[in-house]
């Protein structure tokens, strides 16, 4: 219990030694006079630095107080607690006993079932991410459950990592680091993609927010920084993608090339899991101990606790813009895949054959190499590159399009075109008709007078969509014939 309370503490080792921690409304009449007063008996200045931090608020936006019941205890978000024990709790001790049925209706309908079980660590989260400098907080639970997810998310990225790399040769002996030194791929021991490359190159460029967000007292920046890159880069995107390299290095016929595929991958996943690890440390120090423990002997590193461990720096010259590049185009090719997915009302789990027209000899280059990482993320069965015009019109002719940098590409589906005709036609009748509707009011002097700017908006908005969509459909019914 000790131990989960010092998690609510402030992030006193990252912070400058004198440095006061205070809430804003307190300024003038306690650090001011702290300041006023040290310095008149002792000559010296107490501190040299104030983090004011906001106040922490119910989610209605009261100042929370145990008198007026409205207070949450960190240690029942921590550990969890049932609703009767909660209204007890907070329906004792109030200024005004006769409020006490006010708060225990107004605390069953914010908790109908108690408040769940969050974590320290889901806890310190949430509050780091929301201590924007000098703004209140009005508190709402549910953030703690989105934090607590991630924390979720990191420890299941951890599991798949270690599965892949304990046990497994990750190119972390010395020779190999040699032999990579002066051409590592050539001589068969680590071929990173540009993937490998792209994960480390982002890296190294939160390490650099994440220090600048220390420097200058935004814990929200170092927080959402975290949170963004593991989540949002490393398993959405690096965890998908390494799993691809690894299965293709197992299936690669040159066996020397396909082991140095998985080196390099294995690598990558253990030595940039390692790093996030204590990246994270100060926001989540238990799970970030826990994991690291585990990892750490995987990734060659040794220590006795994350907490001692060397804090990542960012290492500028490791940021590859090739392979950001490469990758950024691979994620709006599977970006776009999926949005012709959802205009053609196709399962994500019914796999399609893409057909790509790429009329430049690097576009073509680029989606050869990358069709198999292609496939597994958008969920396609095939990935066909036409450099002719007519062999591409033909194929493409009943799909919606989508553009994606130089090329042209849709997803192939063998559909009764009398039918889908018909579907469009409807569709497009039942446009035309809003549009005509929207059209009458936004003509009607009166209304337009008469209703609120923000109604109008909208009422434009609708009719820039319903333009929009018919024009597709138009194009669609178009390309039927």
């Not at 709006?332 to 999926?338: F, K, M």
Request: charged share 25%; with cysteine; net charge neutral.
């Amino acid at each position: 219990d000790a131990a989960q309370r010092g998690a609510l503490s402030d992030f006193d080792l990252y912070l400058p030694s004198s440095v006061l921690v205070t809430g804003y409304d307190i300024i003038s009449f306690w650090v001011a006079r702290m300041i006023m007063m040290t310095t008149h008996f002792t000559g010296k200045v107490p501190f040299k630095h104030v983090y004011i931090h906001g106040l922490v608020r119910d989610a209605q936006g009261k100042k929370m107080s145990k008198s007026e019941g409205n207070v949450l205890d960190p240690v029942d978000l921590i550990d969890g607690i049932a609703l009767p024990e909660l209204l007890v709790k907070r329906s004792e001790g109030l200024r005004k006993p006769e409020t006490a049925p006010a708060v225990r209706k107004n605390t069953e309908k914010e908790f109908p079932t108690g408040i769940p079980a969050f974590g320290a660590d889901a806890l310190r989260f949430t509050f780091a991410s929301l201590a924007s400098l000098g703004r209140s907080i009005n508190f709402d639970a549910k953030r703690c459950e989105g934090y607590r997810n991630f924390c979720n998310k990191l420890w299941n990225a951890s599991r798949f990592v270690l599965m892949n790399c304990e046990g497994q040769d990750c190119g972390l002996n010395e020779h190999t680091r040699e032999e990579c030194a002066v051409g590592g791929a050539a001589h068969g021991y680590l071929s990173f993609s540009p993937a490998d490359r792209w994960i480390v190159s982002l890296l190294q460029r939160v390490e650099a927010d994440v220090a600048k967000g220390f420097e200058e007292y935004r814990l929200d920046n170092v927080a959402s920084t975290i949170y963004d890159f593991v989540w949002n880069e490393f398993c959405d995107w690096y965890l998908e993608i390494a799993k691809v390299q690894i299965q293709q290095g197992r299936d690669n016929p040159d066996v020397q090339t396909g082991l140095a595929q998985q080196r390099a991958t294995r690598r990558t996943l253990i030595r940039t899991l390692e790093t996030i690890l204590r990246l994270a440390h100060p926001v989540i120090p238990f799970v970030t101990e826990e994991l690291w423990q585990k990892v750490a002997p995987v990734a060659g590193r040794a220590g006795e606790s994350v907490s001692i461990a060397v804090y990542p720096q960012a290492q500028h010259e490791r940021i590859d813009e090739t392979s950001i590049a490469y990758v950024d185009k691979l994620k709006q090719l599977v970006d776009a895949c999926r949005n012709l997915r959802g205009e053609m009302s196709v399962s994500p789990a019914t796999r399609l054959p893409l057909f790509v027209i790429a009329t430049q000899a690097s576009e073509a280059a680029f989606l050869k190499q990358s069709a198999p990482v292609l496939q597994a993320l958008a969920k396609l069965n095939e990935v066909r590159v036409f450099d002719d015009e007519a062999a591409w019109a033909a194929a493409a002719q009943a799909a919606p399009v989508a553009v994606v940098g130089e090329a042209r590409i849709c997803l192939f589906m063998e559909i009764d075109v009398a039918a889908e005709k018909l579907r469009l036609g409807k569709e497009a009748a039942r446009l035309e008709g809003e549009i005509t509707k929207t059209e009458g009011k936004l003509g009607n002097e009166a209304f337009v007078a008469r209703a609120p700017a923000a109604v109008i908006d909208l009422e434009r908005k609708r009719m820039a969509d319903f333009v929009a969509t018919l024009a597709k459909l138009k194009d669609q019914l178009a390309r039927l014939g």
